[in-house]
């Protein structure tokens, strides 16, 4: 009796930091916000209970567009992402041995040494009118003026999809690796092309590490905040932005408090739909991960 | 092109830098035949069954199937399958789709190939079972499904390398044989790999026996059995005793072997200043009388060291007087001799044609 109650007490030491961790820094500041966006500004400070801040979303154009816009191209940055992550992937999964492997992963690592302000600080020295590139461009004749490459699209995807690459690249890498070599040759022996081999085999076993890589990446392109605002600009129009505007600059924060709910929500229901549509389970995924 | 064999293999060579993993082999392998290549472990024959395949290029020499040369022909184009030492099953696929996957990548509707795969099963012995997933069957099952994802594309020449190493032995003895059987039914073209010489024994038309990247031997199990052509095949192949000395003097077809305690033993082949000889346990005889070797040119005698029962394989060590090894003996479980004990002398003998001698 008293050793079994030992052993509740040592579990429950055990789980302390984590269950302190998940309590205070996650549940407590969501429920606080969940709180806090049900309720209206009526008069100055003075707060009722009420929907208010979620239909003005809806009513305001400008916040359901920037919201729609960052689901899209969130997805577009992850499928990006995908798409260069997975040939890197299969190289060092399947190709690399050895010493060649851990430079190959030490060099996917190294952007992450540097913290992701002075990482996309590196793609405005590069990217911007009196930058790097548009330096080359000119001396090489190709363009007559400086060219400002920063504050579009491409520059915010650009970004976005070098931040998420690594996160890409680990959990694609560990599901090809278990991959057994002699059952792709026996997808050549059998007569598939390289196609048919990658569509069929190669694909369909490293699903769980593809769908663990896309949420990874999905969330923390959905979340990112200082690469759409360096690199777009005033052209960035990312859902965190109005975010931040709402919490720092209006000082509203039941309104920003609504539109984390927002974004929490969105981000939940395109990872439910993805795993849905790809047919994986959380459970495999996140073995993966 | 009409061709007579299936298979030919060209002075092919295969390094790994400066290592042969393959030395100069040529052979050939006729149409419906089970030929197989026995070799300890690392002597290449994975390799050589690779470059067969297409997954590993020939440093030189041609391979040609049908008549037709395989070099620069990627492995998806060869009329050749093969069946993994891992067996290499799609883990996700079902066996019906593991079977109708070849079929599906030649263009074959995907109707038709699901029918041609569960027919394929079927004749394996797998009815019903095409929607399974291959995870939920058991070892000789596996196999089988290994082994119909080749023959349901019907191909020239099936390759196996050393399939039944993973399975356990009761298993094993059941799979020679159904494997021979299926071959036969089939009558494709069977290359087999093994570095079990049991197996290739009971399955072979024809045994390659191959060492450090070379073919010792071609020929069907009995030649191999019987008249070994190097010391390697002698004592590869089979059980036997050996035996190291120096020739003596060769008189009308036997010669005769110095051991080095001195005593002299009478064989057949030729030696050098070093010879080996062999001899198999089941040719040597046994007597408690002398008398009744007498007519035998190699007579000893000695003492059981040791009894290995295994019923109609039971054999006796005995520590004989003149040698260093002691020598292995069948012993007959019918026999007088049946019941005998550690310990008890033994007269032991056999003929000159029995031992083969070669130079060292
Ligand atoms: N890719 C390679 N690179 C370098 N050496 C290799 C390579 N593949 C095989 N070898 C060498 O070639 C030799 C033959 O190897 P192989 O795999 O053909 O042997 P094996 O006869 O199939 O042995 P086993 O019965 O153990 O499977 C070995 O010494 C091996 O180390
Ligand atoms: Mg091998």
Redo the contacts with the bound molecule.
Sequence with gaps: MIAKQASRLTLFLLLAPAILWLGLLIVLPHVEILVLSFSERVAPRVYAFGFGNYLEFFTEPLYWRTFARTAFMSILVTALTLVLAFPIALYIARVAQGRLKAMLLLLCLLPFWVSELVRTLGWMILLRETGVISYALRSMGVASQPVELLYNDGAVILGLVYGGLLFMIVPLANALESLEPAVVEAGYDLGGSRWTVLRRIVIPHAMPGIVAGCIIVFMLTVGNFATPVLLGGKNGLWFTEQIYAQFITRFNWPQGAAFGMLLLLLSSAIVWLGLRLTGQSLGTTLKQA | MASSTDLDIVNVTKR??S?A?VDDVSFSVAPGEFFSIL?P????????MRMIAGFEHPTSGDIRIRGQSMIGVPANKRPVNMVF?SLALFPMMSVGENVAYGLTCRGVSRAEADERASRMLERVGLKGFGSRRVTALSGGQRQRVAIARCLVLEPTLVLLD?PLGALDLKLREHMKIELKQLQGTFNTTFAY?T?DQSEALVMSDRIAVMNQGRFEQVGSPRELYHNPATPFVASFVGETNRLQGEAAAASNGTIAVRLPSGAVVQGQGKGAAKALAFVRPEAVALAQDPASLSNLPNRFEGRVSAVLFDGAASSLLIDTTGFEQPVRAVLPQAGPLAGIQVGAPVHVGWTADAMKVFAA
């Design positions: 790994f830098g290592h993993a070799g472990s690392g002597c290449g024959k994975t390799t050589l030492q050393e790999i570095h």
